[in-house]
């Protein structure tokens, strides 16, 4: 998810997007309040985009976006470079908003996070091509499917929260490790 800043500071980045809509300057005022609040970067209002951490700017582009309502979110790699309380909160929020009707549409290689913010999973080839739309607990469960697709290695895989990995030495004897 890369981020261009349009304007200095916070607030007027994210009350770009209400006046290109023609909002008066009153609900503009309200509505970039209200998402600052909500994202949790009240404290962030005054301060340039270009001296956020990479957390923070990911919560000013998604208020930028919050701020005129839309029914359909799409990202690309939402939890690229997060540390992982930011993570946490992203997925979160992500689930919070599919929870309140909003249409999230989330293209990730970050298997982990897919049944936490999706009912659904779509998986699309490396021949960009759609192997199979389905429920995302079944999906993100079909082995080879997803060795098919390459969104997962051969020696590696899942047993529930247990993943498997057969590391394989320099020679041929093959060694078993177990994680949780």
Not at 23 to 46: N, S, W
Not at 50 to 57: A, D, I, N, P, R
Not at 127 to 146: C, I, N, Q, W, Y
């Amino acid at each position: 998810m890369s981020v261009t800043y349009i304007h200095d500071p916070v607030f007027e980045e994210i009350a770009f997007g209400p006046l290109q809509l023609d909002a008066t300057a009153e609900e503009i005022k309200t509505r970039v309040e209200e998402v600052l609040e909500m994202m949790g970067i009240i404290k962030l209002r005054d301060r340039s985009p270009h001296t956020l951490s990479g957390g923070e700017k990911k919560k000013v582009c998604i208020a930028s976006v919050l701020v005129n309502n839309p029914d359909i979110l799409l990202l690309d790699e939402p939890t690229a470079g997060l540390d992982p309380r930011t993570q946490l909160w992203l997925i979160e929020l992500l689930a919070e908003l599919g929870r309140a009707g909003k249409t999230v549409i989330t293209a990730t290689h970050d298997l982990d996070i897919i049944e936490q913010i999706s009912n659904r999973a779509i998986v699309i080839g490396e021949d960009h091509r759609v192997k199979v739309d389905g429920p995302a607990g079944t999906v993100m469960s079909d082995f080879e499917l997803l060795l098919a697709a390459n969104l997962i290695h051969e020696h590696m895989h899942l047993h529930g929260k247990l993943v498997h990995e057969h590391l394989h030495a320099h020679k041929s004897e093959h060694v078993h490790k177990h994680e949780t």
